[in-house]
């Protein structure tokens, strides 16, 4: 449905707006006409964060002319978008499509069908947003460690709630705390899927599960709130501003970072040229001081990487999780 | 007569979609429900309503005859042949030989039948493409 | 009054002449696009949003043209429903069961203006329990959990017994059908994928538009073949276009009950404006059918829908603003909409940006005052449309059926899909099996399966978590009354239409 509805997004957009494109950096040869952002979930999750808060970036620096269409492509937790930009998109120089960690966690764990990380290039990311292991503000549990040796005890006793499906992003984040934490047989972890961040924030608020598995990003609101108490930050060092109060891991005795970058991929044909002035497109929105406020707004992380860097970065995630989700047993 | 053949094709086609859900892959990590509890539950009950129709059929609705027949089957040919002509000819050629056959079947005369359609192809064009933006599928001609 | 004042304010942002005409030209075009089928109200606010960026409005102005296409097109759906018998979209959908009846009974203009009426009762009503009671009625979404949300949706399907079939075997095969067809596509918790044969464009399942555009319209142009448009409200006389004073009294009580069941389920996330008008149609459908005129042109049977579907329609905001959890699709573009305007409903929205919300409050009230006063001389127009000839008005509507599924989707696919719904739709009828349980088992399939199995993945798998607060177990009750009362009234109080 969601995806139904977008497309009348992009083909309405921007047509008539006429701003050219200021160009300041790269190359002379491209310039942006009408720019698409296809987010591969629904309205109101990450990657449709990701498309529309760096969409109005590029439009509000004058990096594309007129606005961006957002389109949300959503299904197969973003296996849809990547096989239809495989497919059918594959030369566009004007596409670009949100990712996250998430998705190089299901590239990594097979889940896109037969599709691999190389048949897109990853063009860069523009921010973190650090995993959180959450309880209700009204819950017994303090700490990290406390509620872990609850799940070791009894691990029915602790339902998790998450955004993702089943061994995805949100699931992983808590069985890499039970493997810190010791546990034997993860798979007695409870885990309950929700259809994203929001929704199962309000499942622990409501009292329906214990503990909740996302990004810091999905939950600001309900944290100000005073509704949820976070107990860990899966970051190397504390979050700065309003969240320095909150531990991480590391300093609880569990080791587990957990990023979730947020950035694009392109179409692998697409034209060196525009990657490049892609590239140096989200490079200069890093830096701009729209961009500072909207990570602050939302508890974003700085995480600027492009080009080759971006490229091995990416690789070295691929590696990581895939060995990860082997180790645990997600995949064979 | 008509319940107990409806009757009959479902429960066979219900029967195959609770067997079908055995084929499904399931992951590792799953529910205790899993992704197959469901989809059974929904083809039992597809299964046991059309076996109570098959059993007890309600007395037989009335069928057009013969020609009348055809001619809605035909109506459903033209609409297929509307979804594959669209593409190569584009919207608005489609829409207006598909608007005048119905038109035609509708009690327009011949002759009036065909101004109808393009009449109709042409101002569906103009709302949905023109004032409401959308994309409708382009032909050879650019519509 | 703070409230008061607050709102107060928020009028005076959204007051201005070109906001007013903004209303005006949203209220007009969401009218249309909800009464052509297969565009609703969440295609409605997704065509405009471009438009609202071209124009460069300021976030008020955006946000009073998006809520007066969304409420248009609540307006709108319901007059494809009443005049032709194909819903525009799937809050409209009940309104078929007693508009269209009323339509062939020559009451067309009556039952326009009497479900534009009773869908303003409804809007306006919910309107002011947003204002009244919005952030703490957020609250309710906790009292939900995966428990409760089944217990809710399986009291939905319980109560469809004998809706709108005689036949409670066929009803059940209908709902089951819709059931069914709703587990095609990708399993969202697993990633396993189902029945679709390795066709991606069924990875994300059977588009419930693409049914109810097949099961309604392309159907009824078949029934037209078959009857050469002789049994339709067509070319009947148009009689009056208004409601007599003593039908609209005579729905008064049906209009507040409809307001209060569609403003809950509104209210609750993921349940939606379709919940809510079948709900408040189903619910009057017990309470009222003592004559058993109901499905047979009943006037309550167009009030009660037509409210239930505007309150829900304000009600679903509510989690949306204070939750940050899109109830609809429609919900779902309005907070894309926000999004962009760098807005990010949760919790602390109604305290921290007030004005931003008193402004959307105001738009809202704005809008239906729009609609109520443009429905008056619309109405008028409208019912002409039963004047067209059916060989010019079949043809004409049979293909703004395929624009509108093709222009959303841009697939061929689904068009096919369409003509196939439509053939079904043909046999279910003459068989006499609704085709509305089967639209409400693809509309709410996934969800309720989702429900079941977080529910059953906390409990590990015991049953009794079902049942086990008071929530649920109201909720079973009710559904379980309504699935066994009419079987008893039936066996004890006719017992020789037993067998029928």
């Known amino acids: 449905m969601l995806l139904n509805l977008s497309r009348q997004m992009v083909i309405g957009g921007v047509v008539g707006i006429a701003a050219i494109a200021t160009a300041s950096t790269a190359s002379a040869q491209f310039r942006p006409s009408a720019t698409e952002c296809i987010a591969p979930a629904g309205v109101g999750g990450g990657w449709d964060f990701t498309c529309r808060s760096v969409g109005k970036a590029l439009s509000d620096l004058d990096l594309v002319p007129g606005q961006v ?41 097979g889940l896109y069908a037969d599709a691999t990380a190389d048949q897109v290039r990853w063009v860069g990311s523009l921010g973190a947003d650090f995993g959180i292991i959450g309880v209700a503000v009204d819950s017994e549990i303090q700490s990290l460690s406390e509620l872990m040796d ?72 309900f944290i100000r709130s005073g509704d949820m108490r976070v107990i860990a930050v899966l970051s190397e060092v504390r979050l700065p501003g309003e969240f320095d109060n909150i531990a991480t891991a590391r300093e609880q005795g569990l080791d587990v970072v957990s990023p979730n ?49 971006f490229q091995s970065f990416i690789d070295q995630q691929l590696v990581d999780i895939e060995t990860l989700s082997r180790d645990i047993g997600i995949i064979d | 007569m008509s319940d107990r053949v409806f009757g009959a094709v479902f429960l066979v086609l219900a029967l195959a979609f609770i067997a079908g859900a055995s084929q499904f892959d399931v992951p590792r990590f799953v529910d205790p429900m899993g992704p197959k509890g469901f989809p059974r539950m929904a083809g039992a009950a597809v299964a046991l309503s059309s076996l109570y129709m098959l059993l007890r059929p309600d007395p037989n609705p009335s069928w057009p005859d013969r020609r009348r027949l055809f001619e809605i089957a035909f109506v459903v040919l033209v609409f297929i042949g509307y979804v594959y002509a669209m593409k190569p000819i584009g919207f ?50 650019g519509f | 009054m703070e409230t008061i004042t607050l709102l107060m304010g928020g009028f005076e942002q959204a007051l201005t002449p070109t906001n007013i005409a903004l209303a005006v030209f949203g209220s007009i075009l969401g009218t249309i696009i909800g009464a052509l089928p297969g565009l609703g109200p969440s295609n409605g606010v997704a065509i405009l949003i471009p438009l609202a960026f071209a124009f460069g409005l300021e976030p008020t102005a955006a ?17 494809s429903s009443i005049l032709l018998n194909m819903p525009g979209d799937e809050p409209a959908l009940m309104t078929t069961l007693d508009g269209y009846p009323m339509a062939k009974q020559g009451k067309a203009g009556e039952a326009l203006a009497l479900s534009g009426l009773a869908s303003f009762f409804g809007a306006f009503l919910a309107t002011i329990g947003l204002v009244i009671a919005g952030p703490l009625l957020a609250e309710v979404a906790f009292l939900f959990g995966p428990a409760e949300n089944f217990a809710l949706y399986a009291m939905a399907f319980a109560t469809l017994g004998g809706l709108a079939s ?33 066709h991606l464009h069924l990875m994300e399942g059977v588009d419930f538009l693409v049914a109810i555009v097949g099961l309604f319209a392309i159907t009824e142009v078949l029934m037209f073949i078959e009857h050469q448009g002789k049994e339709s409200a067509i070319g009947i006389k148009v009689g009056r276009i208004t409601a007599p004073i003593k039908t609209v009294w005579h729905c008064t009580g049906t209009m507040i009950r409809g307001t209060a069941i569609g403003f809950i389920a509104g209210v609750l996330p993921g349940a939606g404006a379709s919940l809510g ?15 058993n005129t109901f499905g047979k042109g009943d006037p309550r049977g167009v009030a009660a829908p037509e409210a239930g579907n505007n309150a829900a329609a304000g009600g679903a905001l509510i989690p949306m603003l204070t939750l940050g959890i899109p109830g609809s699709g429609t919900t779902a573009v309005m907070l894309a909409l926000l999004m962009t305007m760098n807005i990010t409903p949760g919790p602390l929205l109604f305290a921290e940006k007030p004005d931003l919300v008193w402004g959307l409050i105001a738009a809202l009230f704005i809008a239906n005052i729009v609609l109520l006063i443009l429905n008056i001389p619309m109405v008028g127009i409208f019912v002409r449309l039963l004047m067209v000839p059916s060989r010019i008005l079949m043809p004409l509507v049979a293909m703004v059926a395929f624009a509108g599924i093709y222009s959303i989707s841009g697939s061929l696919f689904d068009i096919g899909l369409m003509v196939a719904f439509g053939v079904l739709g043909y046999i279910l009828r003459k068989l006499g099996i609704p085709a509305v349980p089967i639209i409400l088992g693809i509309l709410l399939g996934n969800q309720m399966e989702k429900h079941l199995r977080r529910a059953l993945t906390i409990s590990d798998g015991e049953l009794a978590i079902l049942w086990s607060s008071p929530i649920s177990i109201s909720l079973w009750a009710i559904a379980i009354t309504g699935l066994i009362a009419p079987l008893l009234l039936r066996r004890y109080l006719r017992p020789r239409n037993q067998k029928s």
Do not use: C
């Not at chain 1, 957002?70 to 594959?90: E, I, Y």
């Not at chain 1, 994203?196 to 009292?207: C, H, K, N, R, S």
């Not at chain 2, 949905?128 to 994309?135: K, M, N, V, Y």
């Open chain 1, 69 to 109: 269409a957002v389109t949300n492509l959503s299904g197969g937790g973003g296996g849809v978008a990547f096989a239809s930009v495989v497919s059918g998109r594959g030369d566009d120089n004007d596409l670009l499509v949100a990712a996250s960690t998430a998705t190089v966690t299901r590239l990594a764990q």
């Open chain 1, 150 to 221: 609850m799940v070791i005890a009894d691990p029915s006793s602790v339902a998790f709630a998450g955004g993702s499906a089943a061994g995805g992003f949100d699931h992983l984040k808590i069985l890499q705390v039970a493997v810190a934490a010791g546990m034997d047989d993860v798979t007695q972890v409870k885990y309950v899927a929700f259809d994203g961040g929001g929704e199962a924030v309000t499942q622990l608020v409501g009292g329906f599960v214990q503990a909740f598995s996302g990004d810091i990003s999905e939950a600001t609101g």
């Open chain 1, 261 to 309: 970058w947020r950035g694009f991929y392109t179409p692998v044909g697409a034209s060196q040229a525009s990657f490049d002035y892609w590239s140096e497109a989200l490079k200069t929105i890093a830096a701009s001081s729209e961009w500072q406020e909207v990570m602050t707004n939302n508890g974003l992380m700085p995480f600027a990487k492009s080009g080759a860097d």
């Open chain 2, 92 to 141: 608005v050629a489609a829409t207006a030989i598909t608007a005048s056959f119905i038109s035609w079947r509708l009690g327009s005369r011949p002759a009036i039948a065909p101004v109808t359609g393009i009449i109709i192809g042409f101002s569906i064009y103009a709302v949905f493409h023109l004032a409401l933006g959308l994309s409708l599928a382009k032909g050879p001609w």
């Open chain 3, 63 to 79: 946000l009073i043209l998006m809520t007066s296409v969304y409420y248009g097109a609540m307006y709108g759906g319901r007059i």
């Open chain 3, 166 to 198: 005689r036949n409670q075997g066929k009803a059940i095969f209908a709902a089951g059908l819709g059931l069914s067809l709703a587990m095609i596509g990708l399993d969202g918790p697993t990633g396993s994928t189902r029945y679709t044969g390795g």
């Open chain 3, 277 to 291: 008008s079948f709900l408040a149609y189903s619910v009057e459908k017990r309470i009222s059918n003592k004559e």
